[in-house]
């Protein structure tokens, strides 16, 4: 009982350093000189054990969550990465191909120059209105009407070799047997300075011995001033009599 009265005198309680007779707190850890007293032999032989049990689950642990955020990691690495785009990278949805209209045009940005800028369905639409306003007003005899549906360059080459009379006097033959109610149009071709060769069908034909019952065929129409105008003949321009002079019989009531 004495040495251990002596100890606890000459160390400190808390730290185990050596204490100076007249010291009132530890140099060391500045724990008052009478402080708990320090745990026997047996209870720091228990503590260290403790300790030691602690540490170890505290080391477990700590593997096997690092093992956890590893393998979240590598899953993470091994995830598909789509084509094109680098590892660690964020994906981007590839943007769709503009779809073609239902006219079967991307866009007017490839047309010849001088046509409007609706797309085909809208531009047959209008040409078909114009060319049957056009025969609808020859059967109804109203000729001058349906001279001013014709192009600027037509009526001029009509005055210059022809004459505006000879003109309605060979419309007139028509009235008899065109019907034209049924009129119908597809554009064949937009060929440049805002003429589109077109192809009519639908329009009846009744004269007597004709060797066909529909006034069909291939025409022209041709958009000025902001409107579409009927733009008719093989003979229009030198370029078009060359091509389809040879062809004749192509042409719009060529083959009745």
């Known amino acids: 009982m004495k040495g251990e009265t002596e100890e606890r005198a000459s160390n400190c309680a808390a730290c185990g350093r050596p204490l100076a007779p007249d010291a009132a707190f530890c140099r060391g850890c500045g724990a008052p000189r009478e402080a708990a007293p320090k745990p026997s032999p047996a209870e720091g032989k228990r503590r260290r054990g403790l300790a030691k049990t ?15 955020v590893a393998a979240m990691v590598l899953l993470e690495d091994e995830s598909p990465t789509p084509a094109g785009v680098a590892p660690g990278s964020a994906a981007t949805v590839p943007e769709r191909e503009p779809s073609p209209t239902a006219s079967g045009e991307a866009s007017s940005a490839n047309r010849p120059q001088g046509f ?3 797309d085909r369905a809208q531009m047959t639409s209008e040409i078909e209105a114009v060319l049957l306003a056009f025969h609808e007003d020859v059967v109804a005899e109203g000729f001058r009407d349906a001279w001013s549906l014709l192009s600027a360059r037509k009526r001029s080459q009509t005055l210059r070799e022809d004459g505006y009379a000879k003109w309605a ?7 008899p047997y065109l019907s034209p109610g049924g009129l119908r149009v597809r554009i064949e071709a937009l060929e440049g300075g805002g003429v589109a060769r077109v192809r009519v069908s639908g329009m009846g034909w009744s004269a007597p011995g004709a060797s066909c019952s529909e006034w069909a065929g291939l025409t022209w129409v041709k958009f000025e001033a902001g409107t579409w105008a009927y733009d008719p003949g093989y003979s229009t321009t030198p370029q078009r009599e060359r091509e389809w002079k040879p062809r004749y019989d192509q042409l719009l009531g060529a083959s009745c």
Not at 54 to 68: F, H, P
């Open 54 to 68: 602690l540490g170890l689950g505290a080391l477990i642990g700590l593997v096997i969550g690092g093992g956890v």
């Open 116 to 118: 409007p800028s609706a």
């Open 169 to 175: 006097r060979a419309q007139a033959s028509l009235v």
